[in-house]
């Protein structure tokens, strides 16, 4: 495939900051993307909320069912775009590596908790994760990624500081950037008020995409929301109401899916219509152009981005604060409050092959991030079982 002037191009790449000879079948972004598949942490996504907590059925998406899907839309948009598609595999894959247990909810503990000691954002552990904490290779810790994967982990949802920054993740000015990032970029500057490159913003539409249509399908499963409610809504009514013209009677079950795959194609479509039309228009003749721009190049379209915003005010009403969820969350909230608190009144309750941080930790602040490494780590299924262990009952 021949990659478009402003693709990130493999033999362009800045490189990995520890030198390794280049691999004879695969490029550096393949490399990135395979290691980031066969990486510990990789694995324990299949054990992690996405919405519902892990144990709560077999249909449900998880972290990792997610993840893949965030890498099957950024394929398909990347490789439309004439983009690197491989980087925008491994920047997907890799997006979500830093979730702690219990998703969300589980994170705002973690940050509430750490609040003393630098705070927790799960995108800056993603980095912390590989490039310090996976630890299989003889040469160094971590993957030793690109920096363009890197770079793309940092900055997938936008400038992390400077008067661009935007996203969840942007470090207003003045406040202190997540000790996991900046230990990271100092280690290697990211560029971190600029944009990312292409295909790390395709990533980052591509896990819009993939929890919008996928959140809807699960939400509808749980029976916190109806189709009928769905037809009340921008895209999902359309969707319905098309399904129905073109396919009466049809069975429920199915009704539902031809609905919701049409959410997502309409989706896709216009993110791919909307870059082409501004890739056209700027003409870009490199990486560094799109880096550059006053804004991201990859995105929805101002019409179906309101629209979207409308869905996303629906499932926060009626899934994300659905009570049951609710009482759920206050549940394994509770479980992380608990076990935090123990690890670090008693270090010698971790693992063995994590006594030598706890030994070189010279502070408090040191042997707290030495636990939320541990902690953050956690499956849904291993916080539950350890919670249960050590303090003697299921959280209430």
């Known amino acids: 495939m021949t990659l478009a002037p402003y693709a990130c191009h493999p033999d362009d790449s800045r490189g990995r900051l520890h030198s390794e000879s280049m691999s004879t079948f695969r490029s550096p972004f393949q490399r990135d993307r395979d290691r980031i598949i066969h990486s510990s942490a990789f694995r324990r996504l299949k054990h992690k909320t996405q919405v519902f907590v892990e ?4 249909y449900y998406r998880t972290r990792l069912t997610h993840t893949i899907e965030v890498a099957q839309v950024a394929r398909t948009i990347a490789g439309t775009l004439g983009l690197n598609v491989e ?16 998703g969300h909810t589980g994170e705002d503990a973690l940050h509430e908790l750490m609040a003393p000691y630098g705070g927790f954002d799960h995108n800056a552990q993603a980095l912390r994760i590989v490039t310090r904490l996976e630890r299989h290779y003889a040469g160094f810790d971590g993957l030793n990624l690109t920096w363009e994967t890197l770079e793309g982990i940092a900055k997938h949802n936008g400038p992390v500081i400077g008067p661009r920054a935007s ?4 470090v207003a000015e003045g406040a202190q950037m997540p000790y996991a990032l900046e230990e990271c970029n100092a280690a290697w500057d990211l560029e971190l008020s600029t944009f990312a490159s292409a295909e790390a913003q395709v990533a980052a539409v591509a896990d819009d995409v993939a929890y919008n249509h996928h959140d809807l399908h699960d939400g509808l499963r749980a029976g916190l929301f109806t189709e009928d409610d769905l037809m009340e809504l921008p895209v999902t009514g359309p969707a319905f109401e098309e399904v129905d013209r073109l396919h009466p009677g049809l069975d429920p079950s199915r009704r539902r899916h031809e609905a919701l795959r049409r959410v997502f194609g309409v989706m896709v479509e216009d993110v791919i219509a909307v870059a082409q039309n501004r ?6 003749q490199s990486v560094q152009e ?3 721009m006053e804004g991201p190049i990859i995105r929805f379209s101002k019409p179906l981005y309101q629209n979207l915003k409308a869905i996303k005010s629906f499932l926060f009403t009626r899934m994300y604060r659905a009570p049951t969820v609710v009482v759920e969350r206050q549940r394994v909230t509770a479980m992380i409050r608990d076990l935090f608190p123990l690890f ?11 006594r030598a941080d706890v030994a070189a930790a010279q502070d408090e602040t040191a042997l707290a991030r030495v636990v939320l490494d ?3 780590g956690m499956t849904d299924r291993f916080a539950i079982q350890e919670h249960e262990r050590l303090c003697g009952s299921a959280a209430v």
């Open 55 to 58: 144990h709560e059925g077999d």
């Open 167 to 170: 996203g969840s993740h942007a």
């Open 344 to 354: 670090m009144g008693d270090p010698s309750l971790l693992p063995a092959e994590w």
């Open 279 to 284: 890739l056209e228009g700027s003409q870009p």
């Open 290 to 292: 799109i880096r550059d």
């Open 87 to 102: 980087l925008a595999e491994a920047v997907a894959l890799a997006h979500d590596l830093g979730h702690p247990p219990f």
């Open 374 to 376: 541990y902690v953050a």
